[in-house]
C-alpha cells in the first residue's frame, strides 16, 4: 500500500513555470513506476508522463514533449513534474499515481494508486 499527497499547484500566467510534488508513504515507492495524469472539467483523465522505478526512463504526452520533465528522489520518496512554457491548455487538476508493475503505461487503468490531485491554473 501507498499514498500519495500532491502539492505545488497554483496560478501562474501564460508562459510561466510551475513544479508539482508528490510525496509518497510506504518503503516500496522506490520499486514502483510513477506517472503524472491531468483532468480538465468535462474531459477524460489524460496522461502527462511517466518515469521508470529508478528514473532512468521517462516517458511523455506529446502535448507536453520539451516542456515538462518528471523526475524522482528515491530517497525522499518524492516524484516532480517541472512544467516550463505553461499554455492555458494545461489548466487542469493534476494527479500522481503508482504503479506497482513498474510498467511506466500511459493508461490510467495500469495505475493502483493514485493522490487526490492539486489544481494547476494557466491565465492566458
Known amino acids: 500500500q501507498v499514498q500519495l499527497v500532491e502539492s505545488g499547484g497554483g496560478l501562474v500566467q501564460a508562459g510561466g513555470s510551475l513544479r508539482l510534488s508528490c510525496a509518497a508513504s510506504?518503503?516500496?515507492?522506490?520499486?514502483?513506476?510513477m506517472g503524472w495524469f491531468r483532468q480538465a472539467p468535462g474531459k477524460e483523465r489524460e496522461f502527462v508522463a511517466a518515469?521508470?522505478?529508478?528514473?532512468?526512463?521517462?516517458y511523455y504526452a506529446d502535448s507536453v514533449k520539451g516542456r515538462f520533465t518528471i523526475s524522482r528522489d528515491n530517497a525522499k520518496n518524492t516524484v516532480y513534474l517541472q512544467m516550463n512554457s505553461l499554455k492555458p491548455e494545461d489548466t487542469a487538476v493534476y494527479y500522481c499515481a503508482a504503479d506497482p508493475e513498474g510498467r511506466m503505461s500511459g493508461s490510467y487503468r495500469m495505475y493502483d494508486y493514485w493522490g487526490q490531485g492539486t489544481q494547476v491554473t494557466v491565465s492566458s
Open positions: 518515469i521508470s522505478w529508478s528514473g532512468g526512463s521517462t
Open positions: 510506504g518503503r516500496t515507492f522506490s520499486s514502483y513506476a
